[in-house]
């Protein structure tokens, strides 16, 4: 199976900043690469789609990029609300395997 | 728009099946465009993708855990439902049904319900 791996698993910065995220899968999976966020205590939410898609109503700050085995995700400017815990899931086949994660906190 | 909604027992003893049902209310669970699945959330860690299954029934199943998982739809209902056998502590997890959305082969959750805990403890 493929397997997702992201990093970093955690990091801390201040408002405003810009945040990167990467996700490496361990064979190529084309572009069929979804970002999820998962803010304490709810219910992941789809972000990102086909590597570089935003989902409807997800603020413009995020954009994804990459194909094959690297991806990325960036917060242009993080805000206050973007606390959570950011997963890849890969979906061009079975299974659809996940991240492990990666926590975003405000410095 | 979709709702998700699991129900099931929140607890189950050690060697027994888990099952949850998941109600769709708001869309069709007959639309050939979307799947339907299942996924879980020990506390404090990652997502794990369980299985789907297509209204057809054709279904797709984690390796880790096929030899234990039957998921299964009825239109009818409006349910589909996932049946966990021999479970351990290691089940312990918050569970989430979700609609997968897209086209071609090419589907990924973009509705998901509010989650179910199930704890297995005797």
């Known amino acids: 199976d493929i397997q997702m791996t992201q990093s970093p698993s955690s990091l801390s910065a201040s408002v405003g900043d810009r945040v990167t995220i990467t996700c490496r899968a361990s064979?190529?999976?084309?572009?069929?690469l979804a970002w999820f966020q998962q803010r304490p205590g709810e219910v992941p939410k789809l972000l990102m789609y086909?590597?570089?898609t935003l989902q409807s109503g997800v603020p413009s700050r995020f954009s994804g990029s990459g194909s094959g085995t690297d991806f990325t995700l960036t917060i242009s400017s993080l805000q206050p609300e973007d606390v959570a815990t950011y997963y890849c899931q890969k979906y061009d086949s079975a299974p659809r395997t996940f991240g492990q994660g990666t926590k975003v906190e405000i410095k | 728009q979709v709702q998700l909604q699991e129900s099931g027992p929140g607890l189950v003893k050690p060697s027994q099946t888990l099952s949850l049902t998941c109600t769709v209310s708001?869309?069709?669970?007959?639309?050939?465009?979307?799947?339907w699945s299942w996924i879980r959330q020990p506390a404090g860690k990652g997502l794990e993708w369980i299985g789907r299954i297509y209204v057809s029934g054709g279904t797709n199943y984690n390796p880790s855990l096929k030899s234990r998982v039957t998921i299964s739809v009825d239109t009818s209902k409006r349910q589909f439902s996932l049946k966990l056998t021999s479970v351990t502590a290691a089940d312990t997890a918050v569970y989430y049904c979700a609609r997968e959305g897209g086209s071609g082969n090419y589907y990924r959750p973009d509705s998901w319900g509010q989650g179910t805990l199930v704890t297995v403890s005797s």
């Open positions: 708001g869309g069709a669970i007959t639309s050939d465009s979307y799947y």
């Open positions: 086909a590597a570089s």
């Open positions: 064979q190529g999976i084309g572009i069929y």
